[in-house]
């Protein structure tokens, strides 16, 4: 049998190739995963189980809410307690709502897949103006100087309101990578609150450095207070969707596309 003899430069390689990393170097930086963050109930409100929500926002004590799905979107004003809107508009039907926020006196608006968002008047809500987005809409919020999109990826993106343009795009990581499927957003003392899409998750942002920091776990919250039967057990598209946060009383209201209950929370 001949022998085969290999070049000098290859078994080199070879042998840095079967050569195993040293997992144990305390050089290499390790991530924390997300610190959790509890909560508890302090009230249930009824919620319209018509409503897809896809945003929720609360803006001088008053709750407004955005819907989604073709021929069925609205953007409503709605009295919390009783669950019923008290001013709405639908949407032409040829578009998906998406994510609200309010900001400068007036209402945002995106769609899912037209390129699309608009924007009303938070008082009359009559329709002032409409830009073109690049991306698939999905989430929506603000800090004082910029709109915040999401895209149902893992880049949040920062927009001049007056014009749309895209003014900074951050990635969201954890321990384990960049997360995807972020969706329904909330700026809330510096941080962002955002849905994760088709998870029982809410998950804290560092908008400086797009960390995500802590992570909120609603999977039970549904069976613990009774509600039934679980909307996400008769649909699967019937998740964990929107978050507002009350300044007034410093909590959190969360629900689902289509949920019959909004939750009241206090952050723990």
């Known amino acids: 049998m001949k022998k085969i003899v290999l070049p000098l430069v290859l078994v080199a390689a070879i042998a840095c190739n079967n050569s195993k990393p040293d997992e144990t170097n305390p050089d290499i930086p390790v991530t924390p ?34 819907t989604g799905w073709v021929g069925k979107s609205k953007l409503l004003q709605t009295d919390y307690k009783s669950g019923k809107q008290t001013k709405g508009i639908a949407i032409d039907k040829s578009f998906f709502g998406e994510g609200i926020t309010v900001m400068n006196d007036k209402i945002y608006q995106l769609t899912w897949e037209n390129h699309k968002a608009f924007v009303y008047d938070l008082k009359t809500f009559k ?32 927009v001049d309101p007056e014009t749309f343009r895209i003014k900074r795009t951050l990635g969201v990581t954890d321990n384990n990578g960049y997360v995807g499927d972020i969706n329904e957003l909330e700026y809330v003392d ?79």
């Open 33 to 66: 995963a997300p610190a959790s963050i509890g909560y508890s109930v302090i009230r249930m409100y009824p919620h319209d189980t018509s409503s897809y929500t896809q945003g929720l926002e609360w803006n001088d004590n008053v709750l407004y809410e955005g």
């Open 127 to 158: 329709k002032l103006r409409e830009f073109e987005w690049p991306f698939e809409g999905w989430g929506l919020t603000h800090n004082d100087t910029a709109l915040i999109i999401s895209t149902g990826e893992s880049n949040l993106y920062f």
């Open 190 to 268: 510096g941080m962002i609150y955002a849905n994760i899409y088709g998870k029982d998750d809410i998950v804290k942002i560092n908008p400086a450095t797009g960390k995500v920091e802590g992570k909120l776990d609603l999977s039970t919250i549904l069976a613990q207070n009774n509600v039934t039967p679980d909307p996400r057990k008769l649909n699967q598209g019937f998740v964990l969707n929107g978050i507002a946060y009350n300044k007034t009383t410093k909590t959190f209201f969360v629900t689902g596309k289509q949920w019959p209950v909004m939750f009241e929370l206090r952050l723990q």
